[in-house]
């Protein structure tokens, strides 16, 4: 039970959970986030610069996440929930501006900033929660983001390869805690209960964030096209990248019967079931990402010329939202449309010979094999829809 005036800082647990104005505000940042993540990768586009960008791409989903857990535990209709929010949303600006020197002169920014908003989120909630049946969560989130925060800082302090070492050690402790309920000395383990997540407001956050994702390339589309010459061959490629956005756009909205919370509430094991659909989406971001710096170079150099680099892009951003899209299908909905399973495979089959096509058309035959994925999937879908069954 709950005591004293922070108790009406509580979500009520047993009402309808939608997402509240002051969190859409929120995800406003991310849109920011993740073209600086796409900028990065198109200048460091290296085996080395892929993996420092999906490191700072796995810190910012983190905050994103667990900033979801808050507002599922506190109702962000309250001033003071939303002033914590917007603090949070401040700090994550702060990472934002740092990301492109992270692994530089900006690394002690980037760390302290990370540090600190899992810190303050969770001293914050434990304070909160001090008598409600939650509040071991945060406290045990204070000794492992404390623990983990150390090693962030500790790689900011030093250069070069001991930062990309210690960096993704306290990435790896930060992952690692919630998936073992972070047993912590004196407390013991955060009860299974206490993971047991509000399925359709969780849902809805994911929904929404992969409409920023998505966004955030129609919005690279738009700005590339922009900075360079409107001739015949860019807005060809405007086109294509365009309609790669949406053809990704459809494979993960359609199936609209498909609830993901419903998913979520009614499994035998919600935690489990929260924790494979947090994968599934964190995997079709960095998807969407990659996609993302990918139509920037398309629009750029629409026939230029394809190195492994660029066809890593073109190709493997649509192949890794597949990835994605079949995890959470498998997962949650406990079904894998065959035809996701051959898009993919058409994708990783044809990448070699990719190098040798221009920009343009590669991404030509990518859209073209995400189109047939999605007329397959739904030829299928029909065919095993009982007769006089709509869809929904």
Known sequence: MTRGRHSALIRDQGT???????????????????ARLAESLIENLHPLGAYRTLLLLLAVWWVWSYTNLTTETLDSRRPAVQMLIITIMFGSLLMATAMPEAFGSRGIIFAAAYAGIHLLRSIVLAVILRHHRLRNRPRCGIFWFGLSGLVWMAGALVDGTARIL???AALGLDYLGPSIRWPTPWIGRSPACEWHTAGEHLAERYRQFMIIALGETVLTTARTLRANEYDLERLAAGGVAFSITVLLWWVYFYRAREKLGTAITSSADPARETTWAGYGHLIMVVGVVVTSAGDELLITHPFGDTHAGSVATFVGGPAIFLVGRTLLGHEIFVHVARP?????????????????????????????????????????????????????
């Open 166 to 168: 210690l960096w993704p």
């Open 340 to 392: 996701w399973l051959v898009g993919l495979g058409v994708l990783i089959v044809m990448a070699p010979g990719m190098v040798f096509l221009p920009p343009l058309a590669v991404a030509g035959c990518v859209a073209l094999v995400l189109l047939g994925v999605i007329i397959a999937d739904a030829v299928g879908s029909a065919a095993r829809r009982p007769a006089g069954r709509p869809h929904r």
């Open 16 to 34: 309808a959970q939608r997402a509240t104005p002051v969190e859409l505000f929120y995800d406003l940042v991310f849109v920011f986030i993740l």
